[in-house]
């Protein structure tokens, strides 16, 4: 009876230290919708990217038998296959530019970005977000809100950064809101994330339409992507144009990230320095109201 | 005749239940951290079974025990930083899989019924579903699309289907073996 009522004991305490956790899990939870506890956790979310993102060193067996190297070489060749990847993007983007660049006079052009290119370490297309976690982060030159591409376009941006990794969220989540207008027609719309291969867009001009199949590009606008990037092809379904997003169709596991746009402030309003009133002192008088005085005072209403 | 109706013994079933959690946890261990390398399979793309909850479900079954607890919070912290969740929602979701396993052992007697024994992972893992789709839609403000996360599930049940043995604890916790 003693060893039935411990027992029965016991599996109370047990129900209860599982209540206790379940209630614990679910606070944290609801504490995590005030950005100032949200944000706490975030050095540790970055720290345990970094570990889980930072790339393995080679193993003994490896250099042994010969496969670091042929590994190293082959990362070499791909890192070129990117490289004219990158080129053969940044020439489709640039004549667009160039087009827009020949309407307006004495502009001139922009310098080609400079990135670090990392490794796509994990990858999760998870009902909460779909993002990537890449192997390079502050430490190797990453800015946050750096712009994530691969060989196919434009993959996201990043929006976690830890020192050895980044977080990129993909333009294909659902709430990524890209600018993107149609290389061809020039339309512009917001390409809202569908599904993990397709975009949608929304906002779209009611005079003009996309042409099937042509290329859609980021428009620039709002300042988080940089003008040109290829993000997919466009295609009809139904009364929505939809966007097979470029960067699924190369997707070679690496990505290069690139500073975002900087969108220097407008600077404020130039204040007008208050101009002294300057008294007219007649020849050996006293200060009098000579005509500089109906001056200062229409001055002083303009202002 | 005697030998006929002796059963074999393995290593596994004269293990107690400290080594089965251990080999248990080392297998979602194991599971987790491959989910978290691109998967395809000839360019298609593999849904990934939620590992922890084989162990929610498996460790359930022999009743309620603070070490099982503690792994699963421990598994369910790393799943939401990995999937970028908010802190703690995954820890929830396998310890309540985890609570209504261990309910559903003890008011089935361990589950020796083979209907039981399918219905029960099954019914869990539609609860789990619902909790794991229901987190996502109210954090991130919309419906989530609920296929790719069911087939997920599916491969989950699949799985557990075939491998529930290695989250079978043995016996309950505080029992002595081969006592009842």
């Not at chain 1, 590009?217 to 466009?234: H, I, M, N």
Request: hydrophobic share 45%; with cysteine.
């Amino acid at each position: 009876m003693a060893r039935s009522g411990r027992s029965g004991q016991k599996s109370g305490a047990r129900r209860v230290t599982l209540g206790i956790l379940i209630f614990g899990a679910l606070a944290l939870i609801v504490a995590q919708s005030a950005p100032q506890i949200s944000n706490f956790f975030v050095p540790a979310r970055t720290t345990i990217s970094d570990r889980i993102g930072a790339s393995a060193d080679t193993s003994l067996w490896a250099q042994i038998s010969g496969q670091a190297e042929r590994e190293q070489r082959i990362r070499q060749l791909e890192n070129e296959v990117r490289d004219l990847a990158r080129y053969k993007a940044a020439a489709i983007s640039m004549a667009e530019r160039m087009e827009a660049y020949e309407s307006i006079l004495n502009l001139m052009g922009e310098p080609p970005e400079r990135g670090v290119t990392a490794r796509i370490t994990t990858v999760i297309d998870g009902p909460f977000a779909q993002t990537v976690l890449a192997n390079a982060g502050s430490l190797q030159g990453v800015v946050p809100g750096a712009v994530a591409l691969n060989e196919g376009g434009l993959v996201g941006r990043v929006i976690q950064l830890g020192d050895r990794s980044s977080r990129i969220l993909l333009v294909s989540n659902y709430q990524s809101q890209l600018p993107v207008l149609g290389e061809v027609s020039g339309v512009r719309a917001i390409m809202q994330g569908k599904d993990r291969d397709r975009g949608v867009l929304k906002d779209l001009p009611e005079a003009a339409d996309f042409i099937e199949g042509e290329r859609v590009l980021s428009s620039g606008e709002g300042g988080a992507f940089p003008r040109g990037l290829v993000v997919g092809t466009v295609t009809r379904q139904g009364s929505d144009w939809l966007v097979k997003l470029a960067m699924r169709e190369h997707a070679s596991g690496y990505v290069r990230m690139i500073a975002p746009p900087e969108i220097v402030e407008p600077l404020p309003e130039l204040e007008v320095p208050e101009v002294p009133e300057v008294p007219v002192v007649p020849e050996g008088g006293a200060p009098a109201a000579g005509p500089a005085a109906p001056a200062a005072s229409a001055a002083q209403g303009a202002r | 005749m005697a030998s006929g109706n002796r059963k074999r013994r393995t290593l596994w079933s004269q293990s107690g239940p400290s080594p089965r959690l251990i080999f248990g946890a080392a297998i979602i261990a194991i599971v987790g951290v491959l989910g978290m390398t691109p998967k395809a399979f000839f360019g298609i793309p593999l849904a990934w079974p939620f590992a922890a909850l084989w162990g929610a479900i498996g460790w359930g079954r022999a009743g309620l025990s603070l070490r099982p607890m503690l792994l699963l919070v421990a598994f369910g912290l790393m799943q939401d930083i990995v999937s970028n969740a908010p802190l703690g929602c995954f820890a929830m979701i396998n310890l309540l899989v985890y609570g209504l396993s261990a309910g559903i052992a003890d008011q089935t007697d361990g589950m020796r019924d083979t209907l039981v024994a399918v219905v029960g992972p099954a019914v869990l893992l539609v609860v789990a579903f619902l909790l794991v789709w229901g987190f996502a839609s109210i954090t991130i403000d919309h419906l989530v699309r609920a296929w790719p996360l069911l087939t997920c599930f599916i491969t989950t049940g699949l799985v557990y289907a075939f491998g529930n043995g290695m989250f079978d604890l043995g016996r309950r916790p505080g029992e002595s073996p081969g006592g009842s």
